[in-house]
């Protein structure tokens, strides 16, 4: 069956060091993949995306790896901040699908002071 | 900056009576969608809208489920006999490309 799982344990991390989140795909070719961020009650917001054909993408402190071979995509936030601490969700788009998001379950990250 | 709005923001109803959602668009939007968030648990695909037509819907969407866009701004769900588990959190979302998507803040629906 087709799967796309995060990191299911909440992350805690200090304040300036990096956060890496995982996202891994199984039985899914997908066009490309993209994460958002999502607080409490709020719908989710659109961070960044990447395409199969695409190693790496970066903006601002994020940065984007993906890995078709490994079915894999690692999200980074560098010099992390408390106002990073929300739930990061990953999605998949495929091929001829119209835009249609598969999401990931989400990873909780939390920065502290 | 322009934003996808959504309301109510909460809406109560009794089991068995029938809710409409609505949503705005961003304007030069062409990709329309509704996904749905149970408590604690994923982000799940409804629908997705073009061109005025359902371009493609999920085992979710069943015959009580339906959508409209009635006049070029507004896109709506409707269920029309809503049961304990559509308690969740509906999400629209519109897309200029079917790449990025921008949600809204969502309608919370708790069937009572």
């Known amino acids: 069956s087709q799967k796309i799982e995060q990191n299911s344990e909440a992350l805690n991390i200090q304040e300036g060091k990096t956060a890496t989140l995982t996202c891994n795909y199984t039985n899914y070719s997908p066009a490309y993949l993209q994460w958002y961020r999502q607080d409490p009650g709020r719908g989710p917001v659109f961070l960044l995306l990447?395409?199969?054909?695409?190693k790496e993408k970066r903006k601002e402190r994020l940065k984007v790896t993906f890995d078709t071979t490994l079915k894999q995509s690692l999200f980074h936030i560098t010099a992390s901040q408390p106002a990073d601490s929300a739930t990061y969700l990953c999605a998949l788009v495929r091929n001829n699908q119209g835009g249609k998001l598969i999401f990931g379950q989400g990873t909780e990250l939390s920065v502290k002071p | 900056e322009p934003e996808v709005t959504q309301t109510p923001s909460h809406q109560v109803t009794q089991m068995g009576q029938e809710v409409i959602l609505r949503c705005v668009p961003i304007s030069n939007h062409l990709y329309f969608y509704w996904y749905r968030q149970i408590l604690g648990q994923k982000v799940e695909f409804l629908v997705s809208?073009?061109?005025?037509?359902?371009?493609?819907k999920s085992e979710i969407f069943d015959d009580q489920f339906s959508v409209e866009r009635p006049d070029g701004s507004n896109f709506t769900l409707k269920i029309r006999s809503t049961k304990l588990e559509d308690s969740a959190m509906y999400f629209c979302a519109s897309s200029p490309d079917r790449s990025e998507a921008f949600f809204g803040q969502g309608t919370r629906l708790t069937v009572v």
């Open positions: 809208f073009y061109n005025n037509e359902i371009s493609e």
């Open positions: 990447i395409r199969e054909n695409e």
